[in-house]
Nanobody, 125 residues
């Protein structure tokens, strides 16, 4: 079965950096579109960054220039490098997989069939 396991979350001061990882199994990772979403306290889940099979990426405006999504197909792992973190980046971060290339935009939740359990990121001012 498909499994997505996030790691790398934690607490950091504003301006700091964190690197999230998502280990994938149970499907052909290299053929899947992948994305990171987040849900802050009292907020709806939102798309943060996505990467498709050819390595092309897309980002939410709120993280452009600060976050970088990447993938290692050999390791079946997705990454999110987060720099210049702000208190408003505080959220649970989720990894999502779309092996079937579902309909919808890359940062649209409904496109993704599989989700990890999430990892907490807390940024203090």
């Amino acid at each position: 079965q498909v499994q997505l396991v996030e790691s790398g979350g934690g607490s950091v001061q504003a301006g700091g950096s964190l690197r999230l990882s998502c280990a994938a199994s149970g499907y052909t990772y290299s053929r899947a579109h992948m994305a990171w979403f987040r849900q802050g306290p009292g907020k709806e889940r939102e798309g943060v960054a996505a990467i498709v099979t050819d390595g092309s990426t897309t980002y939410a405006d709120s993280v452009k220039g600060r976050f970088t999504i990447s993938r290692d197909n050999a390791k079946k792992t997705l990454y999110l490098q987060m720099n210049s973190l702000k208190p408003e980046d505080t959220a649970i971060y989720y990894c999502a997989a779309d092996p079937a290339w579902g309909l919808g935009r890359l940062l649209q939740q409904s496109k993704y069939a599989y989700w990890g359990q999430g990892t907490q990121v807390t940024v203090s001012s």
